[in-house]
T-cell receptor
Framework: DTGVSQNPRHKITKRGQNVTFRCDPI?????LYWYRQTLGQGPEFLTY????????KSRLLSDRFSAERPKGSFSTLEIQRTEQGDSAMYLC??????????????FGPGTRLTVL | GDSVTQMEGPVTLSEEAFLTINCTYT??????LFWYVQYPGEGLQLLLK?????DKGSNKGFEATYRKETTSFHLEKGSVQVSDSAVYFC?????????????FGKGTLLTVNP
């Protein structure tokens, strides 16, 4: 079990550029979540996948944000035309589908985005 | 909507002191409750959880009891160590279908001095 991995760990970009982050969940986990964490705040839910299906999106996920999980394994989160307000830590988490641990999410180290 | 309120930090303690971090929640139904910890430069790690009223979660000397009557899940440790210095997050989840999305509090920074 190698845990949840995220790449890159840090990303600095200029306003207006597009960025893409990748998350590799724990291999047997079918559920995958994206969260955003700003300084001094707890993580906030962005979106959720079960296998390749994106089943829920938060109102925080504007039209500039898109997430995919094409084969039900890794996921990508893309932000188009970045704004300074997008600067945050983007966290990925995964969990099992059933059983007593279905409600337990395992988090990756996050990708810290800085928009200049 | 669902929400979690936790004790504002920062909290600064001396080694071997007793720790309490208060957490209360607002939610309909029967959420599961969690404490996550974030050490400097690392991701969130699950510390403990409780899934129903009166359950006690425990791990690494930390404990929290699910109190439905007071909608609380306070984190306690009898004797903190320098290595416990971290940010602690209280969170809840409810199954909305298959989505167990977490709702977090703002976090409490704990610093333990030798």
């Amino acid at each position: 079990d190698t845990g949840v991995s995220q790449n890159p760990r840090h990303k600095i970009t200029k306003r207006g550029q597009n960025v893409t982050f990748r998350c590799d969940p724990i291999s047997e986990h079918n559920r995958l979540y994206w969260y955003r964490q700003t300084l001094g705040q707890g993580p906030e839910f962005l979106t959720y996948f079960q296998n390749e299906a994106q089943l829920e999106k938060s109102r925080l996920l504007s039209d500039r944000f898109s997430a995919e999980r094409p084969k039900g394994s890794f996921s990508t989160l893309e932000i188009q035309r970045t704004e300074q307000g997008d600067s945050a830590m983007y966290l990925c988490a995964s969990s099992l589908t059933s059983g007593s641990r279905a409600d337990t999410q395992y988090f990756g180290p996050g990708t810290r985005l800085t928009v200049l | 909507g669902d929400s979690v309120t936790q004790m504002e930090g920062p909290v600064t303690l001396s080694e071997e002191a007793f720790l309490t971090i208060n957490c209360t929640y607002t939610a309909t139904g029967y959420p599961s409750l969690f404490w996550y910890v974030q050490y400097p430069g690392e991701g969130l790690q699950l510390l403990l959880k409780a899934t129903k009223a009166d359950d006690k979660g425990s791990n690494k000397g930390f404990e929290a009891t699910y109190r439905k009557e007071t909608t609380s899940f306070h984190l306690e440790k009898g004797s903190v160590q320098v290595s416990d210095s971290a940010v602690y997050f209280c969170a809840l989840s409810k199954s909305g279908g298959s989505n167990y999305k977490l709702t977090f509090g703002k976090g409490t920074l704990l610093t333990v001095n030798p």
